[in-house]
């Protein structure tokens, strides 16, 4: 694995753990403080469409695993949300029969030291492809709507992503 300098480790000052319907409004008010900056003015935040959204995801996760994996960090000192993500199965490209998994949402609190927010992502990208292989989903696709995605560019290189514009595809090997 190219990113096992960030696998999780007892230094982290943060855990990881499926996400449960006690973190969708604290998850929306993420999405909502950070995506304002991003697509203002292009579209318009439903935040309730997307705590629905999460709340029938996250109820889908818990009645079955292979469903999505919907996942936050948390502070191991005060429990403050530091990011999150959500994988979604299921995704086709039109010209592709093969599944796809999709990373829908990568939030990482942009308050964090760079440092912190590099280890979160590559640790969201890890679990990504651990869940790709554990179910058998051949292609894993991800995507920013970020302005500025240097890093995330640099970072999905790093872990063998392909880049195509601001879609990063990689294969994954189910042997």
């Known amino acids: 694995m190219i990113l096992e300098k960030f696998l999780p480790s007892a230094r982290d000052s943060w855990t990881w753990r499926l996400a449960n319907l006690m973190d969708v409004f604290e998850m929306a008010a993420f999405v909502k403080q950070s995506y304002l900056l991003e697509t203002n003015p292009i579209f318009e935040l439903d935040e309730k469409l997307l705590i629905s959204s999460l709340m029938k995801a996250i109820i889908d996760q818990e009645c079955n695993l292979a469903s999505c994996q919907i996942m936050v960090a948390r502070n191991k000192t005060n429990n403050r949300l530091m990011g999150w993500h959500w994988l979604k199965r299921g995704y086709h490209l039109p010209y592709v029969r093969e599944e796809s998994a999709e990373a829908a949402f990568?939030?990482?609190?942009?308050?964090l030291p760079l440092r912190t927010r590099v280890c979160i992502l590559a640790q969201m990208m890890i679990q990504w492809e651990m869940y790709c292989r554990f179910h058998h989903i051949p292609l894993l696709a991800s995507t920013s709507i970020r302005e500025?995605?240097?890093?995330?560019?640099?970072?999905?290189?790093?872990?063998?992503?392909q880049l195509r514009g601001s879609f990063a595809f990689k294969r994954i090997d189910n042997a």
Do not use: E, M, P, W
């Open 106 to 111: 990568a939030q990482i609190d942009l308050n």
């Open 148 to 161: 500025d995605y240097q890093g995330y560019v640099k970072l999905h290189r790093l872990a063998d992503f």
